[in-house]
C-alpha cells in the first residue's frame, strides 16, 4: 500500500513563490512517472506538470517558464517550485505518482494541498 503526502501549500500574493513536496510511503522500489494535478473550484483535475523515470519533464502551457517539477529517486519524492504565481493558479494540488507491476500499471494519489493565491 503506496500513501504520498503534500505540503508546502498556503496563502501567498500574486507573484509571489511557493514549493509543494509530496513524499511516498510505502514498499516501492521505485516509481515510474511522477506528477502534480490540480482542481480549482467547479472545475476538473488537470495536469500541471509531470516528469518521468529519467528526469524528463513536460508541463501544461499555463505554467511554462513559471513552474518546475523535479524529483529525488532515492527518497520517492517529488517536489514543484512555482513563481509568478497568478490568482488563476488557486486550485487544490495534486500529487501522483505511478508505478507498474506485472505489466500493470497502478496510480496513487495524495489527499491533496490547497494554493490560494491572492491580493
Known amino acids: 500500500q503506496v500513501q504520498l503526502v503534500e505540503s508546502g501549500g498556503g496563502l501567498v500574493q500574486p507573484g509571489g513563490s511557493l514549493r509543494l513536496s509530496c513524499a511516498a510511503s510505502?514498499?516501492?522500489?521505485?516509481?515510474?512517472?511522477m506528477g502534480w494535478y490540480r482542481q480549482a473550484p467547479g472545475k476538473q483535475r488537470e495536469l500541471v506538470a509531470t516528469?518521468?523515470?529519467?528526469?524528463?519533464?513536460k508541463n501544461a502551457d499555463s505554467v511554462k517558464g513559471r513552474f518546475t517539477i523535479s524529483r529525488d529517486n532515492a527518497k520517492n519524492t517529488v517536489s514543484l517550485q512555482m513563481n509568478s504565481l497568478k490568482p488563476e493558479d488557486t486550485a487544490v494540488y495534486y500529487c501522483?505518482?505511478?508505478?507498474?507491476?506485472?505489466?500493470?500499471?497502478?496510480?496513487?494519489w495524495g489527499q491533496g494541498t490547497q494554493v490560494t493565491v491572492s491580493s
Open positions: 516528469i518521468g523515470s529519467g528526469a524528463t519533464t
Open positions: 510505502g514498499s516501492i522500489i521505485s516509481f515510474d512517472a
Open positions: 501522483n505518482a505511478n508505478v507498474t507491476v506485472l505489466v500493470v500499471l497502478y496510480t496513487y
